[in-house]
């Protein structure tokens, strides 16, 4: 086990937290190192997931599911609309579909960005209690739904994170546009 409790917690280790799977996690890091992540490490987690994303030229979002008292990682998922051509593939649907039948009130999810309306709905649907959100800034809106459903919400906004959104929005407008709305609303647009 490479870490342990005496192991730093910096960007090569959350990285490598964020590439390896799930379920595999426990050969990398042992329950002492996971209680010592804090939120801030989670999320830097997820947004190293958004970057996986990007790199795969898809949309930077990613998302991390906690176990509200171990602080295991239950569940990871980046956005994979464009590399699997699926229109809600979304960073919070993958970490949810990653951590599979799970009591998630029990839970915290980290989101590299403001859920839209199908991801907030699925938090909600799934009764977690909490959701910690790293990017309101280039993105905002379903905080009040969740809060309205009874999820607490945090925001955590992380500046590699707000930085790699808004260079992909720059760069793939289109993308970003049929991430959020559809294909159907890309059609709209481009004829306006």
């Known amino acids: ?8 917690i910096n960007d090569a280790a959350l990285r490598a937290i964020a590439h390896m799977p799930t379920k595999s996690l426990h050969v990398l890091m042992g329950p002492e ?9 989670l999320m830097r987690t997820a947004v190293f997931l ?20 171990t602080r295991e990682i239950l569940g990871k998922g980046h956005n994979t ?11 919070e649907t993958s970490a ?7 009591d998630f009130s029990k839970t915290t999810l980290f989101t590299s960005l403001s859920p839209c309306d199908v991801c907030a709905t699925l938090i909600c649907m ?22 309205s459903k009874g999820v607490q919400v ?16 720059a760069e793939k407008p289109d993308q970003e546009l049929e991430d959020w709305q559809g294909v159907s609303a890309l059609k709209n647009h481009v004829g306006k």
């Open 81 to 91: 609309l464009v590399q699997e051509n699926h229109p809600y593939n979304h960073g």
């Open 33 to 41: 190192f996971a209680l010592r992540l804090t939120d801030t490490d």
């Open 96 to 102: 949810i579909r990653d951590a599979g039948r799970i």
């Open 126 to 147: 799934r009764g977690f209690s909490q959701v910690v959100v790293g990017d309101v800034t280039n993105a905002s809106g379903n905080e009040a739904l969740l809060k």
């Open 1 to 8: 086990m490479l870490l342990n409790k005496q192991a730093a």
């Open 154 to 169: 945090r925001i955590l906004e992380d500046r590699v994170g707000i930085a790699l959104y808004a260079r992909f929005r």
């Open 50 to 69: 958004a970057e996986k994303s990007y790199d795969e030229g898809g949309c930077p979002i990613g998302a991390v599911i906690m176990d509200n008292s």
